[in-house]
Each structure stands twice: as structure tokens, then as C-alpha cells.
């Protein structure tokens, strides 16, 4: 098939916050398209709902509105359908400390989706001769722990922590999955590690054709890793692009505050946004950037004549298909040829 | 000079043998100066940073000498080494969140370092001087009536450094101050310690993983692996172009956005750092070392002069035909 490997359509996610309280939209209205083979970065502030997508694109949460596609077809929520797809897709998180049971030994942890899945009876199925010891050794050989038996009766605690994410890893990788989630798999660790972990990523792309989205707020890791990326405002996605394009020439004025901050740039004037980014169960009206946008408050947007729009008129989402993008007036305003 | 470390050695006494977490620091301080503390976790910065307010476990053994303001914290009795934390010297520590207790208001909790040091001061004069420290950090005074989980995590980590200027101190030791922040709100608190500096005229120890963070936030910057300092000078010239070798991965690992080299090419560093209870021979970053050379595994590199205000302790540092490109 040549679609993409996921893709989400208009998906909105909201939590109930109590009796009397507004819903918390978390996700509101997110359309996103992962090609197979592709690492996309989603960027964001904490609480702008990256996580939570996150998590629905892997049926962790159920849309209210909305579909998350995978491989073409919609995802079922049975217990059943939502098995099989685990198979399909992974998930990995943030501290390989708090993932791994500290009393288990590094087979054991490897093994335990293996069981869950039935693996190994379902390749003999498959005509392929194979055990338990010898996927654990494949999948650890993949997480470039190697050699693998030597991992096979450690603990986590005897793992330095680059070990220990390379353990979750290969865990993850046990099943074979075509997709890996990764939720800021790198910011636990310490500095030296980090690209040693970023690079396995990259090579798990190259050799197995792996799918990877990564949830993170670290803009340098998307320079270091990801083809596309797509930055997350309160629940909506306000750019996409190539790497390139997002990180090189950004045209939403979030994504060009985020950048201006990023150490990792340089002569950027620093624009340091004022307050926390805003309550998800109250969304400003017009573009939901406007009362922290620089842009709008240093008069750009009056200039460019849409101050009223930014507003007052809501922008439409941002179509998961087609190049660099921005759900901003301003930016509409200097090049009309985009939506 | 406001900070001074002397030859500093610290080795705590373990079931498993002497672990030596801090090994001959040389580091200066001065009021109005920010310096950057880099290195890995287990490089020994966290116990280096306690043992200025000699806040250290028990079992370690110390060396050397810890001047604040010409006094070694070393050899102080209890009273001066108590007046001397919070008025002297603070902290501000990573985790804010449990550094808070959960059921006091943030009013009472700033206060109370307050009243302990200063008993003299009246209820009225305390709740005035905890208006004026929220202020400072950028918070309105009325938050002091809040209690930690009605504040967001920037919110209280901004909390956590007004409690360290409360007493009024002269340094400031602030332990990865930003790690759980986002990158919008670590560029608040990171602006907010600089400000804090110049207008206070303190001096700011930053201590964090991240040599970018310290190089856009710092006016010096030291550079620790495995207990040892292995490079130290100007925070931009340290980030922007590194002697050591072990400074060189760190830099390396942010990468600049729009440095082709970087795109998809992450910087990592194989291998783990060492066992400090079995430290390698020689330099003690050889074996992970990229450019190591024989006589690295025989000869422990002090530290030399690698440019002006800066040192690193490299064997190819100094070394015309050998300097690391």
C-alpha cells in the first residue's frame, strides 16, 4: 500500500474535568499523516496535548470525534483489535527506569511481550523454526546491546541508563512492530548518551524500514532525527513541514518563539513568551495563539491588516497531506497561495 | 573572591571500597558572576555543589579547601556553617515539586528560613519580605497563599529560588535548576537567574547536564568527568570551540539547528562513564576518548593552559603537532 502507515483525521480528545467544570479539549481537531518508514517530530510545550494524541494514535484513548487510520483501515477499540495492533504498534516512554521492573532481569523484560503475543507459536505457524531465546537475542542484538546473552540475566539496576532505554527499546522491538511511538525518549538521559540513543533510532529506520513518531519538546532532536515535523498549540497542530522548512523558515509565530529560545540557535533575538501556555478547557477565540502571539502584540498582524481575524475568526486545521504549512492569518496574509 | 575550592577531594567510604566522587577541584566564584558547572550524572557535580554547604553524607571523606568569603566551610563549627547556609550561601535544588511541602503555603514556606535565621524579624516584616521575593521572581505577591499544587511547575520552581534569596544570601547554587522545565519556561528561569545576578550583584553556581543551557545562561563555564574538572573558561568559547576532547562530545550533542554535520547525524559518545571505584589508568576519559593515544592510558593530564583565561587537562592540549581539530 502506498498511504501512510497512520494517519489521523479530525481527531478530538476531550477529558471530563468534574461536575461543573468545562471539558478539557485536549486534542482538538488534529489531522496527521506518519508515511511508512518516516520520522516525524511532534513539538510542543507540555500541555498542548502532544502526549495525549500521542497515546490515541495508539488506542490508549478513544476519540470522541474523529478516526485514527492505521495501514488504511480505521482502528477498532474491541479488546481483540486493539491486541492485535499492539502487535503493530509500540510505545516508548520516557524513563527506562520507571518502564523496567526492577526485579526482572533483562530476559525476562524482553520476553514478556513475546509471551503476551504468543510469538513464538505464531512464527512456528508461520513455518519459521525459531524460540523465545531466539527472538529476545535478536531483539536486544537490535537495541545494539550485544553480545546479547550477556544482558540476558542482568537487572536494571547493573544498567547504566543509555543500557536501560537500549533494554526498553528491544522490548519494544521484541514484537517486530512497524511503528514505534517514542515519547521523549532521550530527555532522561544524559548528554553523551543521548546521540548513541538517537542514532540507534535513526539506523532502526534504515534497517527494518521502522515508522517512527516522537513526542518531544526538544527541537535539536528533530534537527537530529526527523523528516517532518509537526508543532502542537493547545490541542491543535499549528505548522507542518519538512525538518527544513519548520526549523529553517518557520512562519507560525509560536514555532518562531519556540526556536528563538532553543539555546541551540543562534543570533535570534530571544522571544521569552510571558506566562504557562493556556488552560485547554478555555481556548481563546480566533487563532488560540493570539493573546501570547508576539507578532499580534507587536503590531505585525495590524500591519499586515489581520489583527481583527486573529481575533476573532477561528483558523481551519491544517490538512495532514501537502508541504510546509501554518495555521496563521499573518502568514496567510504574506503568501495568499497557502490556505 | 566570593567562592574558592581548593584542591578539593571528596571519597566516600562504601562497602565495595573508597569511591572517590570529587577529585582535586580547583573552581572560583566571584559576586556577580555566573559559572556553569557541565557533566554527566555520577561525574561527581552534585556532591561537589553539597559539599559548599557541607550538606555532604556522612561517610565522605573530605580534602582541600571550600573558601566562601575567605572562611573554609570545611573546618567551620556548627554555628557560623549555620548562619552561614540560606544567609550566606542557598540552593536551589531540581525538583521542585518534592522540594515543596504539599500542605503549607508557599507564604509560610518562603518565610521560614526567614524566621529561623532571623528571629528578630516580626510576622508582619516576614509576610512583606515574602511579598517583595515573589515579586523579584516575577510572581504576583498575592501567591502566598497558595499551595504548591495550585502552581505549575515553572511557577514553582520560581517559588524554590525566591526561598534562596530569602535570607538574602551571596551564592547561589542552583542544581539542574531547568531539567524538568519546558524549553519556554526553562528560558524564563534561565533569564530570571541572569537578571537575578546582575541586579543582586550574587554569585550563581549553575550546575546541569546541558553545555548549551549553562553557555547561553553563563559568564564561565567547568567542564567535570569522572571527579575532575577537564576543562574551564569562557562559557562561549568553551561551547563554541572545545579543547578537551570529553567538553568537545558534550557540545556535541545539542546540536545547532542548521548545522548539516548534525542533520541526521546525532553526536554520541560510546561507551559509559567509568566506575569510580575502578577508574581507567592514565587520563580517565581514555578509554571512551576518540582521539586517545597510547601514552593516555599511562599519564593522568593536569590541568594546562589551553588559551587565554581557559584550562583543560588533555595530553594534546599545548601539544602544537596534536591539538584536537
Known amino acids: 500500500m502506498n498511504g501512510p502507515l497512520l494517519e489521523a483525521r479530525e481527531l478530538q480528545v476531550r477529558f471530563h474535568a468534574g461536575r461543573g467544570k468545562r471539558p478539557v479539549r485536549a486534542v482538538d481537531g488534529v489531522d496527521l499523516a506518519v508515511g511508512r518508514g518516516e520520522i516525524v517530530a511532534l513539538v510542543g510545550e507540555s500541555g498542548c496535548g502532544k502526549t495525549t494524541l500521542a497515546r490515541t494514535l495508539l488506542g490508549l484513548e478513544r476519540p470522541q470525534d474523529g478516526t485514527v487510520l492505521f495501514d488504511g483501515a480505521p482502528l477498532g477499540y474491541g479488546s481483540g483489535d486493539l491486541k492485535r495492533y499492539r502487535r503493530r504498534a509500540q510505545l516508548i516512554l520516557q524513563d527506562p527506569t520507571g518502564a523496567l521492573n526492577p526485579r526482572q532481569t533483562v530476559y525476562e523484560s524482553v520476553a514478556e511481550g513475546l509471551r503476551i503475543h504468543r510469538a513464538v507459536a505464531r512464527k512456528q505457524r508461520e513455518g519459521i523454526e525459531t524460540s523465545e531465546v531466539d527472538l529476545v537475542s535478536a531483539a536486544l542484538a537490535k537495541a545494539g546491546l550485544r553480545p546479547p546473552e550477556g544482558f540476558f540475566m542482568t537487572y536494571p539496576h547493573e544498567l547504566s541508563g543509555g543500557q536501560r532505554q537500549r533494554v526498553v527499546i528491544a522490548g519494544a522491538l521484541a514484537l517486530e512492530p512497524e511503528l514505534l511511538v517514542a515519547d521523549e525518549p532521550v530527555s532522561s538521559l544524559d548528554a553523551s548518551i543521548r546521540g548513541e540513543i538517537l542514532a540507534l533510532l535513526l539506523r532502526l529506520r534504515d534497517e527494518l524500514g521502522l515508522t517512527v513518531l516522537v513526542v518531544t519538546h526538544d527541537l535539536g532532536l528533530a534537527w537530529n532525527i526527523a523528516d517532518r515535523i509537526a508543532v502542537m498549540y493547545l490541542g491543535r497542530i499549528v505548522e507542518v513541514g519538512s525538518t527544513e522548512q519548520v526549523l529553517q523558515a518557520p512562519e507560525h509565530p509560536y514555532t518562531q518563539a519556540l526556536l528563538s529560545v532553543v539555546p541551540e540557535v543562534e543570533e535570534i533575538e530571544p522571544v521569552v513568551l510571558a506566562g504557562e501556555p493556556p488552560d485547554p478547557s478555555r481556548i481563546p477565540d480566533g487563532c488560540r495563539f493570539h493573546p501570547r502571539c508576539q507578532a499580534l502584540a507587536g503590531g505585525a498582524a495590524e500591519a499586515a491588516g489581520v489583527a481583527d481575524r486573529c481575533i476573532s475568526d477561528p483558523l481551519p486545521v491544517i490538512a495532514a497531506h501537502g508541504g510546509h504549512r501554518a495555521a496563521c492569518w499573518l502568514a496567510e496574509a504574506r503568501s495568499p497561495s497557502s490556505p | ?325
Not at chain 2, 159 to 187: G, H, S, W
Not at chain 2, 278 to 283: A, D
Not at chain 2, 301 to 324: I, K, S
Request: net charge neutral; proline share 9%; with cysteine.
Open chain 2, 1 to 325: 573572591m566570593l567562592l574558592r575550592i581548593r584542591d578539593l577531594d571528596v571519597t566516600y567510604r562504601t562497602a565495595a571500597g573508597p569511591l572517590p566522587a570529587v577529585r582535586g577541584v580547583n573552581l572560583d566564584v566571584n559576586a556577580g558572576q555566573s559559572v556553569g558547572l557541565a557533566g554527566e550524572s555520577g561525574c561527581g557535580k552534585s556532591t561537589l555543589a553539597a559539599t559548599i554547604l557541607r550538606l555532604q553524607p556522612p561517610s565522605a571523606r573530605l580534602s582541600g579547601s571550600v573558601l566562601v568569603d575567605g572562611e573554609d566551610v570545611l573546618t567551620m563549627r556548627w554555628g557560623p556553617l549555620r548562619a552561614l547556609r540560606w544567609a550566606g550561601a542557598s540552593m536551589v535544588f531540581q525538583g521542585a515539586l518534592h522540594s515543596l511541602n504539599p500542605v503549607r503555603r508557599i507564604g509560610q514556606q518562603i518565610a521560614e528560613p526567614i524566621r529561623l535565621h532571623e528571629p528578630s524579624v516580626s510576622g508582619a516584616e516576614a509576610a512583606r519580605r515574602v511579598g517583595e521575593l515573589l515579586e523579584q521572581v516575577g510572581l504576583p505577591a498575592s501567591r502566598a497563599a497558595t499551595y504548591p499544587h495550585q502552581l505549575s511547575g515553572g511557577q514553582r520552581q520560581r517559588v524554590m529560588i525566591a526561598m534562596a534569596l530569602a535570607c538574602r544570601p551571596r551564592l547561589v547554587i542552583a542544581d539542574e535548576p531547568t531539567t524538568a522545565l519546558d524549553v519556554m519556561v526553562q528560558a524564563q528561569v534561565l533569564t530570571l537567574l541572569r537578571d537575578l545576578v546582575r541586579d543582586l550583584d550574587i554569585g550563581l553556581l549553575l550546575i546541569s547536564h546541558d553545555l548549551s543551557v549553562l553557555s547561553s545562561t553563563c559568564d564561565r563555564v567547568a567542564v567535570m568527568y569522572a571527579g575532575r574538572i577537564v576543562e574551564e573558561g569562557a562559557a562561549s568559547q568553551v561551547f563554541k570551540d572545545p579543547r578537551h576532547p570529553y567538553a568537545a562530545a558534550l557540545a556535541g550533542a545539542f546540536p545547532l539547528i542548521g548545522d548539516l554535520a548534525a542533520r541526521f547525524g546525532p553526536a554520541g559518545l560510546p561507551g559509559d562513564p567509568p566506575d569510580p571505584r575502578h577508574l581507567p589508568t592514565g587520563c580517565s576519559f581514555h578509554p571512551r576518548c576518540p582521539v586517545a593515544m597510547p601514552s593516555c592510558a599511562e599519564t593522568d593530564p593536569p590541568a594546562v593552559p589551553a588559551g587565554p583565561g581557559r584550562t583543560a587537562a588533555c595530553l594534546l592540549v599545548g601539544d602544537p603537532e596534536r591539538e584536537p581539530a
